[in-house]
């Protein structure tokens, strides 16, 4: 385009804004396709929005998700 100078219109990309309900977690009911169990989890979303992890009343550690995988 005439005239049209390069990095004028730089796009400002904002940080994603996770809500207090996902932060804080809801209850679902999580389970593996292999073992057919079910499971009643915790998941939450951490505050940048960018993993996903659940607990349980069994679990030992954190089960973790980016989101880039999903």
Same mark, same amino acid.
């Not at 385009?1 to 996902?22: D, F, I, K, N, S």
């Given at each position: 385009? %005439?005239? %049209? +100078?390069?990095? #004028?219109? !730089? =796009? &400002? =990309?904002?940080?994603? *804004? #996770?809500? /207090? *309900?996902?932060?804080?977690? $809801?209850? @679902?009911?999580?389970?593996? /396709?292999? !073992? $057919? $169990?079910?499971? =009643?989890? *915790?998941?939450? #979303?951490?505050?940048?929005? @960018? @993993?996903l992890?659940? *607990?349980?009343?069994?679990?030992v +550690?954190v %089960?973790? %998700? &980016?989101?880039?995988? #999903?």
């Amino acid at each position: 385009m %005439a005239g %049209a +100078r390069p990095g #004028v219109h !730089a =796009l &400002q =990309l904002e940080p994603p *804004t #996770v809500v /207090e *309900t996902l932060r804080r977690g $809801s209850k @679902f009911i999580k389970w593996d /396709e292999e !073992a $057919s $169990s079910r499971n =009643l989890v *915790t998941l939450r #979303v951490d505050s940048n929005g @960018f @993993f996903l992890y659940w *607990t349980g009343p069994n679990m030992v +550690r954190v %089960a973790l %998700a &980016q989101l880039s995988w #999903v």
